[in-house]
């Protein structure tokens, strides 16, 4: 549907229907979609920042921009980028011995993340889950972000959402870069399979 209401001889125009979870969509497609908009004039953009998972048919968007692994029912995505899960947390908060002993720790969790509630980690080359009970749950990634770094206790967040902070030093990474496991991003357009 985006396609063909965006594509013309000469120009682009029509409308763009765009869901993104809102700590990625407020750091990083401000700039990108300004630089669209400038570039294609008759294109109005619809941005909707949501923890809800949209799906693009029932809910009328063209392009959704997900992170994590993918619903085995989305039909067409290609990756944006790919980073690193970090297990964080402010620098007072000292790191555990091993991955396995984040279940006797505080932590923190996006209620809409397939890491709601065991993490990913990888152990000796393969990929093992550590279940953990969150002491606090949130629906956005900044306001995660801000209670780790107010000390509230331990997060697995993507780099592309906390660079900042952990270059800043106000999150630090607790675990060895061998033990993180991928995080991409992606855009997603088309229906989802049945």
């Given at each position: 549907?985006?396609?063909?209401?965006?594509?013309?001889?000469?120009?682009?125009?029509?409308?763009?229907?765009?869901?993104?979870?809102?700590?990625?969509?407020?750091?990083?497609?401000?700039?990108?979609?300004?630089?669209?908009?400038?570039?294609?004039?008759?294109?109005?953009?619809?941005?909707?920042?949501?923890?809800?998972?949209?799906?693009?048919?029932?809910?009328?968007?063209?392009?959704?921009?997900?992170?994590?692994?993918?619903?085995?029912?989305?039909?067409?995505?290609?990756?944006?980028?790919?980073?690193?899960?970090?297990?964080?947390?402010?620098?007072?908060?000292?790191?555990?011995?091993?991955?396995?002993?984040?279940?006797?720790?505080?932590?923190?969790?996006?209620?809409?993340t397939h890491l709601r509630d065991r993490w990913p980690f990888r152990l000796?080359?393969?990929?093992?889950?550590?279940?953990?009970?969150?002491?606090?749950?949130?629906?956005?990634?900044?306001?995660?972000?801000?209670?780790?770094?107010?000390?509230?206790?331990?997060?697995?967040?993507?780099?592309?959402?906390?660079?900042?902070?952990?270059?800043?030093?106000?999150?630090?990474?607790?675990?060895?870069?061998?033990?993180?496991?991928?995080?991409?991003?992606?855009?997603v357009t088309g229906p989802q399979a049945p």
């Amino acid at each position: 549907k985006a396609e063909a209401s965006l594509r013309s001889e000469d120009t682009l125009s029509g409308d763009l229907r765009i869901t993104a979870p809102p700590a990625y969509g407020r750091r990083h497609l401000a700039g990108p979609l300004a630089a669209f908009s400038a570039a294609h004039p008759e294109v109005t953009l619809h941005l909707s920042l949501s923890a809800q998972r949209a799906d693009l048919i029932q809910d009328d968007y063209d392009v959704a921009i997900r992170y994590g692994p993918l619903a085995e029912t989305w039909r067409r995505a290609r990756r944006l980028c790919r980073g690193h899960y970090h297990v964080v947390a402010a620098p007072e908060v000292a790191p555990p011995t091993h991955p396995g002993k984040l279940s006797e720790r505080r932590t923190l969790s996006l209620h809409a993340t397939h890491l709601r509630d065991r993490w990913p980690f990888r152990l000796d080359g393969a990929d093992h889950w550590v279940t953990i009970k969150p002491h606090i749950w949130a629906d956005d990634g900044d306001a995660l972000i801000a209670l780790t770094r107010a000390g509230a206790g331990i997060a697995m967040l993507p780099d592309f959402l906390i660079q900042e902070e952990l270059d800043a030093g106000q999150l630090v990474s607790l675990l060895s870069r061998d033990h993180l496991v991928e995080a991409d991003v992606y855009v997603v357009t088309g229906p989802q399979a049945p």
